[in-house]
């Protein structure tokens, strides 16, 4: 067997292995899950009527804001699972199984693919979630087929990129407190964004934080695809942001895997 | 690719390994025939636990010409990783699957054949008396299930050497006989066992070699039976009914420790019939009356911690 193919067979079973810890203890997915579906139903609900008035287009009020913030809550999701895939990573680095796929003439880089696929499975299931709930309170988009899959190919991009990243904080992390520690300021990057209002109605230095930040040009990107916004460079700064992330959280949890000590 | 039957299992020449300024090895050479088993003891913090991940790819050395089933472990680890097998004091069990889920996961990292790597899991279960619970997560088994187990996922890629660390440190006497047993059927199967361990019985039970290692360093190697010859640790011990008897027989006798609490005086003995009558002859002859005579033939504890001693004293 090839080293290619023996890799993607190993890293088939890894997945296979992921995918069976998750069905078999589903409250943490459904946790990584409620979250963003609480906001989302928080901010709709709750402050959606006001805020609605307020984007300044439109006719306003709550039907206008499902529209705006939903692509704010998707992002939101995928943070969120990210999070919960630094706490597997970590859980999984302190059982004793690592060190024996180690000392296993295995592909190498399986262990932590088999985190990744299996994190993506994580994201597609809750951003799906995520749509539907959306969907079933008052989203509506204007999106073709073209654009839903320019849209999922973004996110995909954008998950890729965080999920390395977690996978590597995972890896970094000495305790599991930390690993859930050291992911949490993504979960709160939409709301310092695009996410929830317009940045133009932030102060100055907030603003501008919000502007140049990774999560801003994605959302933007998605809203434009989903509901016929201006795009603009926002394509190109998702693209950059995610291809940016992705390498940086896959070098640095391949030094981090192939550490000794 | 099986290895030349004359050739060491395990070949280790010049291992060192320090973490910062701290000697953690410090020039270890050790040889390790095939089919045999290879038992290295030393206390906690001697570096056995050191030894056995370097052996097994997990950490690199800093120095040394090692050679594990024949292949050079920093020129070919993947061909070392698949000739070997490792058990450590800490489960390596994924505590999340089943039992019968960790061992067919093992069958696909071996890249078995699905068919083969089920019929291999279901005789590995029924091996090591897991059948019953092969079907519940192995969060839910104690710590002698966990091991068993542990020791099937090793055997089922068939290893030609297994590093077993510490295998029965915290399991009940009756699990570690078990595990005792099982050792033993590997060696007659062929395998080749590097066994390390803090239990001195366990060492003497098991191994056709033994290795003492203190602080980073081999102080002794050889059979359990050459290791014993190399301390004089027999001795006689001897309890008497009052302090006036112990005076006597400490002056008719060249006792080498005597203690006035409990009564008892230790003469040195080499375990054979005839000295032990020349003794009772030259207490009868002194009319000492004895109140109990024990009988103490040399033992690995003794090697050992004559070995560790003489160390100690030199560093004062």
Known sequence: MSTMSLALRDSTTMVRRRIKHMRRYPSLTLQLVGLPVVFLLLFVYVFGGTLGNGLGSGPGGRSEYVAYVTPGIILMAMATVAMGTAVSVSMDMMEGIVARFKTMAIARVSVLTGHVVAAMLQTFFAVVVVVAVAFAIGFRSDANVVEWFAAAGVLAMFAFALTWLTVAMGLAAKTIDSASNMPQPLVFLPLLGSGFVPTDSMPAGLRWFADYQPFTPVIETLRGLLLGTGIGANGIGAVAWSAGIALIGYLWARKLYNRQA | ?316
Do not use: C
């Open chain 2, 1 to 316: 690719m099986t290895a030349n039957i004359n050739q060491p299992a395990i070949a280790v020449r010049g291992l060192r390994k320090q973490y910062g300024d701290k000697v953690v090895l410090d020039g270890i050479d050790l040889s390790v025939a095939q089919g045999k088993i290879f038992s290295l003891l030393g206390p906690n913090g001697a570096g056995k636990t050191t030894i056995v991940r370097i052996l097994s790819t997990l950490i690199r050395a800093d120095a040394g010409d090692i050679r594990v089933a024949g292949h050079d472990l920093v020129r070919e680890p993947d061909a070392v990783r698949a000739a070997i097998g490792v058990t450590g004091q800490f489960s390596a069990v994924d505590k999340l699957l089943t039992g019968e889920e960790n061992l067919l996961l093992m069958a696909d990292l071996h890249h078995l054949d699905r068919r083969v790597g089920r019929r291999r899991a279901a005789e590995l279960l029924e091996r090591f008396d897991l059948v019953e619970a092969g079907g519940k997560p192995a969060s839910t088994y104690s710590g002698g299930m966990q091991r068993r187990l542990d020791l099937a996922m090793t055997l089922l890629g068939s290893p030609q050497v297994i590093f077993l660390d510490e295998p029965t440190t915290g399991l009940d006497p009756r699990s570690r006989r078990d595990v005792w047993q099982l050792i033993r059927e590997l060696v007659a199967g062929g395998v080749t066992i590097f066994l390390t361990t803090q239990y001195l019985d366990e060492a003497d039970h098991l191994a056709d070699r033994i290795a003492l290692l203190d602080q980073g360093r081999l102080v002794a190697e050889g059979t359990p039976e050459e290791l014993k010859r190399q301390i004089p640790g027999g001795h006689v011990n001897l309890r008497f009914t009052d302090a006036a008897e112990l005076d006597l027989a400490a002056r008719t006798l060249a006792a080498t420790s005597r203690d006035d609490e409990a009564l008892v005086l230790q003469v040195p003995h080499d375990g054979g019939v005839h000295s032990l009558r020349a003794l009772l002859a030259r207490l009868d002859d002194a009319s000492i009356e004895v109140e109990e005579l024990t009988l103490h033939t040399p033992d690995l504890d003794d090697v050992f911690l004559a070995l560790t001693e003489k160390k100690m004293e030199a560093v004062r």
